[in-house]
T-cell receptor, first 113, second 113 residues
């Protein structure tokens, strides 16, 4: 399975600011995904990031709030824009592996004050 | 819309006391059912993928089984290091290039020595 790293591992931010989260994979992958894990809730897919094309967003998530970049096959970023306390969550990137399996990074723990 | 319900929400066992975790699902055409383990402060760690009813997979003290409506994660003679949150997810045949996994809320397993 791929080795996935995320930066930062955690952050505390003020409302109204933006944070960019980086996801780095140790091998080339075609599909990367961004999930959110809110306290007491299920992991929820935000968007699918494909290299060379626009990200595909799930219902309830919009590009203006969560812009995503995918400049190459080993890297992606997710920006959480104009943050509010409701954005406090764990943000996880994942990659598609063998058949349907997805492998996850360690997550970024975000607290918005 | 795919749905996953995990039970119980929390389970406390004594070391060596075997038990099972349940994952009930509804999905339009199952492409895969996934079990993950998540330790505090970490991302989900992949355990198993099951593709069709009747399939079983084992890894150390864990055994995952699948029917058309639910999956069980059997834990035999658990040890304290098995303490974690166990997540179940499904990928349905929703079409297109969407590889979305739908997760349950997880079962928090605590194994006391």
């Amino acid at each position: 399975s791929a080795v996935i790293s995320q930066k930062p591992s955690r952050d505390i931010c003020q409302r109204g600011t933006s944070l960019t989260i980086q996801c780095q994979v140790d091998s080339q992958v075609t599909m990367m995904f961004w999930y959110r894990q809110q306290p007491g809730q299920s992991l929820t897919l935000i968007a699918t990031a494909n290299q060379g094309s626009e990200a595909t967003y799930e219902s309830g998530f919009v590009i203006d709030k969560f812009p995503i970049s995918r400049p190459n096959l080993t890297f992606s970023t997710l920006t959480v824009s104009n943050m509010s306390p409701e954005d406090s969550s764990i943000y996880l990137c994942s990659v598609r592996g063998y058949q349907e399996t997805q492998y996850f990074g360690p997550g970024t723990r975000l607290l918005v004050l | 819309e795919d749905q996953v319900t995990q039970s119980p929400e929390a389970l406390r066992l004594q070391e060596g006391e075997s038990s099972s975790l349940n994952c009930s699902y509804t999905v339009s055409g199952l492409r895969g059912l996934f079990w993950y383990r998540q330790d505090p402060g970490k991302g989900p760690e992949f355990l198993f993928t099951l593709y069709s009813a009747g399939e079983e997979k084992e890894k150390e003290r864990l055994k995952a089984t699948l029917t058309k409506k639910e999956s069980f994660l059997h834990i035999t003679a658990p040890k304290p290091e098995d303490s974690a949150t166990y997540l179940c997810a499904v990928r349905g045949n929703s079409g297109g290039s969407n590889y979305k996994l739908t997760f349950g809320k997880g079962t928090l397993l605590t194994v006391n020595p």
